[in-house]
Every structure is written in C-alpha cells, then in structure tokens.
C-alpha cells in the first residue's frame, strides 16, 4: 500500500516531526489512494473533515494531532484510526501493521470504530512518555522546524491540550541533540510551552541549565539565538534578573513572549494558570529593565469571566500599551480534550470591544478577540 502525508503548510511544524519517522513517504497536496496521515488543529477540522467527505479515493485514513486527539469519537466518522497524542512511536507501528496486514487494533496509542459493534476502542495507551533524544526533531532533507527543546507541562490551564497531549511531567531534549540540529540554521528558533524551563520540572526554574545551553549553542560560529519568542513563550514567573542577564548576554531578540492570560485574580486562579497578577506586572517592568519589549497574550471569554474581570484584564492590557508593550489578544477557543471542551465562552463588553480596536489601530495590540 502506499502510503502519503497529507502535507499543509500551516502544520508544516508536525509534519516535519513526522517525516523522519517514515522517511520514505512522500508529502502530497491531495488525497490519494493508500494511506493518508493527516495531521490537524481544531479550526482546521472542518476544512479537512470536508476534504475526506468528498474524496474519491481509495485510502485508509490516519489523523493525528491537537484536534484528532482531543475529539476522537468526531474524527472517526471521517477516518478509519486516530493516533492519540504522541505518534513516535503509534504512527509507524500502525503504518507497518496495515501495510503487512497485521492485527492494527494491537498497536498501543490509537483509537478506531469497532468494525461489529460500530463502537470507538482506545488501545492501551504507551508504558511511557517518547523520549525526545530518541527521536529527530526534522529530517534536514525533507522539511525542517524551530527545534522543540522541551515537551509537556505541569500546569492544568483548563483552557490548554499540551498536558492532556503531552502529559504533565517536562521532558527536555539534550544539549548535544539541540545542538546537532542548530547546525542546520543560522537564525535558532525553539519549541517549548516554556523556553525558560528548561531542564527543570517546569515548576522551579534551572537557569544554570538555561545557560548551559545557550553557551553551547552561543560557540557555534554564524549563529543567531532567538528564545523565548515565537513559536515558543514564557511564563511571567520565570521572568526575573536572572533569566533576563541571560537573554541580553546570550540572544539576539529585543522582546519576550509572555503568556498572562488574565488580568484577574479569580480567573486566573479558575483557569489553574498557577501564577497571579503580581507576577505579569513583575515580569513586565523587569522586561523594561533590561530593555526588552514584552508581547504578551491574553484571552478573553473565559466561562464565567465578569464584566469587572473584563475590565481588570482591560487595564492591565492598557497599562502594557502604554509602558511600550504589546498585547496580543484572543477570545477563548475551547479546545477538545480539554475541561473547557464544551464550555459557552463568555460575551465580551462592548466597551471591551471598543477599546481592543482602538489598540490594534494605533498599532499596540494584534489578535482576534471576535467570535470565529
């Protein structure tokens, strides 16, 4: 059987996780006989889900990632498996089982319909977390992505996947893996849902971690090191004198990616951010400090969010505006998997609304923070 990714640039980063893990498959920009893997987040389910019903092939259907994960039982009425958080390991076990003909219903990590009783099975799930070393960050042939330095989170957000993905203990690829694939780029980019906690367990900060590897990859010659920018942020109290002596003596980048979320203590505490306001304004003016601009993020429409926490999220959002900040703003996508998975988030404030848009015109705020 052969056997093609269902290549989109938007998903560009997975795909090029994947592409080592069966070298030999090509990537293609249809649907075609054999097997398809896709790989896709939840706003671009319905594009897809659209795609398959419509294609006239032949084709044993695989999904992965954010979406197919989190919403197993809606992916398999379009596909035949879903491989559930990490595919390591799951996707060319079940690759090698359809192509041999072997029992798939036997490969640990994947969920199908019952072919008799119509009902969803989950396989049991793997012994272990993958460790990150085992595996290549891309292939340098095929397609590459930033260098994912570290995998999984110990905090609950209720709004979030990567621990309901990826699980809550913190795994970190090593120095001389990282370093190995900075050697394919000039500019060094990185994946983690926390740049700043690395080598720790995400909750205590290892900064002499962090500066091991920044001096390791600060020797190869030609390079540029961007961290803690996108597609990787930080959390505010992780943001302190240390960190920051070690962004200005190591790296190139002039701002930071804050994730804050909220400006009110009750939200914050409801959505089991695990930081308060003190430390976004904390990590704020130490960004200031040290000269660099911080871009931080926050939603909007949590469930149950008041208008007065609108309005303290609002302040807080124009207080950073004003200092010199950006902001970028979302409205809360509740996301499968998750505990707000069915959650009805809350309207937003026609003040709120208005004060947002003035912001993204004067050029201090981006984002949508719109229903979608």
Not at 71 to 88: H, I, M, R, S, W
Not at 338 to 362: H, N
């Amino acid at each position: 059987m052969d056997v093609h990714f269902r290549y989109n640039k938007k998903n560009s980063y997975s795909f090029a996780v994947l592409a080592p893990l069966l070298p030999e498959v090509p990537f293609a920009n249809r649907p075609k006989d054999g097997i398809m893997i896709y790989s896709f987040n939840t706003r671009q389910a319905p594009r897809v889900f659209e795609e398959i019903k419509h294609a006239e092939t032949a084709s044993v259907l695989i999904a992965g990632g954010p979406h197919p994960s989190g919403a197993p039982e809606e992916t398999l009425e379009y596909f035949d498996y879903v491989v559930l958080g990490e595919g390591e390991e799951s996707l060319p076990e079940l690759v090698r089982a359809l192509q041999s003909k072997k029992a798939p219903e036997l490969v640990r990590g994947i969920a199908y319909k019952d072919p008799k009783s119509g009902k969803i099975v989950q396989s049991p799930k793997r012994k272990k977390y993958v460790d990150l070393d085992a595996w290549p960050c891309f292939d340098p042939k095929k397609l590459r992505a930033p260098i994912e330095i570290s995998r999984g989170c110990p905090w609950g957000c209720k709004y979030c996947q990567t621990p309901r993905l990826f699980g809550n203990q913190v795994r970190h690829r090593s120095i001389s893996s990282i370093v190995n694939f900075a050697r394919y780029y000039r500019d060094l980019r990185f994946i983690a849902s926390n740049a700043f906690a690395y080598g720790s367990d995400g909750i205590h900060p290892r900064f002499d971690k962090v500066e091991n590897l920044l001096r390791a990859l600060g020797e190869l010659p030609e390079k540029k090191i961007f961290f803690g920018t996108f597609p990787s942020e930080v959390r505010p109290e992780f943001v302190c004198e240390r960190s920051l002596e070690l962004l200005n003596k190591y790296c190139e980048n002039r701002t930071l990616s804050l994730g804050a979320q909220s400006g009110s203590e009750s939200v914050l505490k409801e959505i089991r951010r695990g930081h308060t306001v003190e430390a976004i304004l904390s990590a704020v003016e130490t960004c200031f400090e040290y000269e660099i601009v911080p871009i931080v993020d926050f939603i909007f429409g949590f469930p149950g969010e008041s208008e007065e926490d609108q309005e303290k999220s609002l302040e807080l959002v124009r207080w950073i505006c004003k200092k010199g900040g950006t902001v970028r703003a979302h409205y809360l996508e509740p996301l499968p998997g998750t505990p707000y998975a069915s959650a009805i988030p809350s309207e937003l404030s026609p003040k709120v609304k208005r004060t947002l848009g003035k912001l993204a015109l004067g050029g201090k705020l981006t984002g949508h923070w719109e229903k979608q």
